[in-house]
């Protein structure tokens, strides 16, 4: 509801290390993987549908990625630790939703905010730096237009400052708290205030 307090907690997730299963062939599954691989291009993701689509194939070959043709079982989740349910049938995803919850995996039903542990939120990328985006499921094209303005006003070379920052940290002498008083010292320009 509109108003209500966002409790979703932003993690970043080493998904070249853990096992992805997208279940689904069509445009759905196209855009969930192409948003992994987007920000993680070396996801180790697996799919898994009846029939994929040329274009869901052609970014499965490119990325490597294993395409398994046949339909959905509970033992496909085995040694997966996120499962992403994208069919356009309703009742194989909640029997996906299901068998993942009584597996204790994460689990993102497309559109269906009620069976998602996660949400797939914009990101932004420049070099090391890397921001989530999330409107809570209530707005998309919000999430979207944020991203846009973070990707233009993030300078492209923002690794040289990251770089530098590094460097700096660890000449600091003192506490942990005499360290952050330094670096916010240092980065306090940053800011535009107007």
């Given at each position: 509801?509109?108003?209500?307090?966002?409790?979703?907690?932003?993690?970043?997730?080493?998904?070249?290390?853990?096992?992805?299963?997208?279940?689904?062939?069509?445009?759905?599954?196209?855009?969930?993987?192409?948003?992994?691989?987007?920000?993680?291009?070396?996801?180790?993701?697996?799919?898994?549908?009846?029939?994929?689509?040329?274009?869901?194939?052609?970014?499965?070959?490119?990325?490597?990625?294993?395409?398994?043709?046949?339909?959905?079982?509970?033992?496909?989740?085995?040694?997966?630790?996120?499962?992403?349910?994208?069919?356009?049938?309703?009742?194989?995803?909640?029997?996906?939703?299901?068998?993942?919850?009584?597996?204790?995996?994460?689990?993102?039903?497309?559109?269906?905010?009620?069976?998602?542990?996660?949400?797939?939120?914009?990101?932004?990328?420049?070099?090391?730096?890397?921001?989530?985006?999330?409107?809570?499921?209530?707005?998309?094209?919000?999430?979207k237009r944020l991203r846009q303005f973070f990707e233009e006003v993030i300078p492209d070379d923002i690794n040289i400052m990251?770089?530098?920052?590094?460097?700096?940290?660890?000449?600091?002498?003192?506490?942990?708290?005499?360290?952050?008083?330094?670096?916010?010292?240092?980065?306090?320009?940053?800011?535009?205030?107007?």
């Amino acid at each position: 509801m509109l108003g209500d307090k966002n409790e979703l907690y932003p993690i970043f997730l080493k998904v070249n290390q853990l096992n992805i299963i997208i279940v689904g062939g069509g445009e759905v599954a196209l855009e969930k993987l192409s948003f992994l691989l987007k920000s993680s291009p070396n996801a180790k993701v697996g799919l898994i549908a009846l029939d994929f689509s040329p274009k869901l194939l052609g970014l499965a070959k490119k990325h490597d990625i294993l395409t398994m043709q046949r339909p959905y079982t509970q033992n496909i989740l085995h040694k997966q630790h996120i499962v992403i349910a994208a069919t356009n049938n309703k009742d194989v995803n909640a029997e996906i939703y299901r068998d993942a919850k009584q597996k204790q995996l994460l689990v993102n039903v497309a559109d269906t905010p009620e069976m998602c542990d996660f949400y797939l939120g914009g990101i932004v990328t420049k070099g090391n730096v890397k921001i989530a985006i999330s409107t809570n499921g209530e707005s998309p094209t919000v999430a979207k237009r944020l991203r846009q303005f973070f990707e233009e006003v993030i300078p492209d070379d923002i690794n040289i400052m990251v770089g530098n920052l590094n460097s700096f940290r660890k000449t600091i002498k003192g506490t942990f708290k005499s360290k952050v008083d330094a670096l916010n010292k240092l980065t306090e320009t940053l800011l535009i205030k107007n």
